[in-house]
């Protein structure tokens, strides 16, 4: 934690310069809260399943590149917003109650903005590509801050990709603000390298008739943390979690997510698979609260996992906390092997061990991905996953390999 506190104190000044001055108004209560809570260890639980510490433990230097926006429309530097951000930043995240979030908030140098008006609709999907890339290890922090105003729609698209082999440590925060009767789609896919630690919180407020779909993917990495809140308060107001996640070799996936009924007559449904082989560990972890006078409340969570060798291990804690009684709540979830009796059977047919692996692996995740809106985006997953279970072309420096 100290090589984080000297970091900041270090560059606090440039920081100060670079950014605008609603970051810098959170920025030194962010970095108290931090130097309060440290690290959170095993024994937080929402952090349990992932040493913290350790992932932040190597020496990174501190990528403070501003970000650069090609004619993207509704996406501003925090500079250049249409809108005052001061009501909206930092105030859906958690700082003061968790600490990577308060790490994010103390060294973002910047902020992307992505806002969409009262009444409009993206027409195309939004794109925002996050490379990896460097002659050093780094860390790079990235803060997003997506207002949706009244009656508004989009789709917006996160992907991570790597183009070196250095080590990269991310540290990002979303936070998304869905004012009455607005439809966001969210993606988010992870495809980068085992030398690549990522951090994510993603922050999400709904208010009345707001519908959230969040669609998150980890193909490839190294260890993966994502934090997910959801905060319904406006009556009528839904919203969708899916994840999808492939994990080999000695690759770490944690999953955890909160979703919060505060008010009546709103609805949450979470599905999450996971592949894992090898050595993976990966874990999931999602809480359905359902607040007093949240009555009329809808709620579906499922996590199932398939793990695919001895060696792989898989944590998974779904859990119901219901303060109201009128209520449909239900959650489960599923940890197993592969299916022998489908696997002679395609092998009986002339089709190799290997490939029948990979065919029932990708029977087994394309649910969530079939879930998915956009077909175009959905056509190009099922390749992507298919060369990601199949192996193919396994060269080691490849985003697909890596």
Known sequence: MNQYVELYNEIKGQLDRQSCSA?????????????AMGFPTRKVERYRYTDVEAAFAPNYGLSLAPYTIKDVQYVYAAKEAPIDIVPYYNKVADSKGDAMTALNTALAHDALVIYVPKGKRAEIPIRIENILNGEQDTMVVRRVLIVMEELSEATIFFVD?????KAFLTSQVIEVVCKEGSHLDLYEMEETSSKCN????????TERDAVVRHNNLTISNGVTRNGIDVYLQ???SEVTLNGAVIA?????????TVIEHQVEQCQSNELYKYVLDDKAVCAFAGKILVKEGAQQTYSQETNNNMVASNDARMYTQPML????????????STVGVMDEAALFYMMQRGISKDEAKTLLKNAFISQVIDEMKWQAFRDRLHILIDKRLSKEERCGTCKICN
């Open 23 to 35: 970051l810098n108004a959170q920025r030194e209560e962010a970095m108290k809260q931090f130097k």
């Open 161 to 165: 990709h790597v183009k070196s082999d």
């Open 198 to 205: 990522r951090f994510s919180n993603l922050y999400i407020k």
């Open 234 to 236: 406006g009556k009528g």
């Open 248 to 256: 080999d070799r000695e690759q770490h996936v944690d999953n955890n």
């Open 321 to 332: 906390e219901i303060y109201a009684d009128d209520v449909k709540c239900a959650h489960g």
